[in-house]
């Protein structure tokens, strides 16, 4: 909502003209609350759309509820997918990044949650994963989070895209892996 009404809101001449593009913009159930403000007062519409829907689908509930069903029930990614593993790591990156906003959506850290997410992974990034786990919590004496998991996906598709299903285990991988996760986190605290 805050970039529309930063795109529209500014570049309007009047409260009719931004209901029509609020109604424009939108599809589905928030089109038909919008639509449902046509009758009324341009300026009034407006503001009752606009209020319906952070009502109806702008709750940091809601939200938090629907990013963490949907990175719990994503399907399996196969280990020769690789537009499946960047399609779950562009997702899990929109997470994190809600996650800074939206304090509903730190669910996501709970163990459980994040074995799930991890068994969507091929094996040998569930096996990579287990060793980098264990290694930042022997190094730091902290238990991985899910910005951990984000990051790692990330730098296994940047690093290795063509070859990262054939491959296994290595302690040079996981080193700098590690080091990557660490400096980034570090980076984020600062």
Known sequence: MKAFENGVDRNTNGYSERLYCLEQYTQGRPKGLVGSCQHMDPERGYVEAKALI???FGN???VASAYLQKALSWPPVRTEDVKALQDYSFFLRACANAMEEVQYLHELDMAANMMIIIRMLPSHLRDKWRTLACELQERNSRRETFFDITHFIERQLLNRPSTWKHSRCSLHT???????????LTFRRN
Do not use: L, M, V
């Not at 996981?174 to 980034?184: G, L, M, P, R, V």
């Open 60 to 62: 940091d509930q809601k």
């Open 174 to 184: 996981n080193e700098y892996c590690f080091k990557q996760i660490t400096a980034s």
């Open 54 to 56: 952070q009502e109806q």
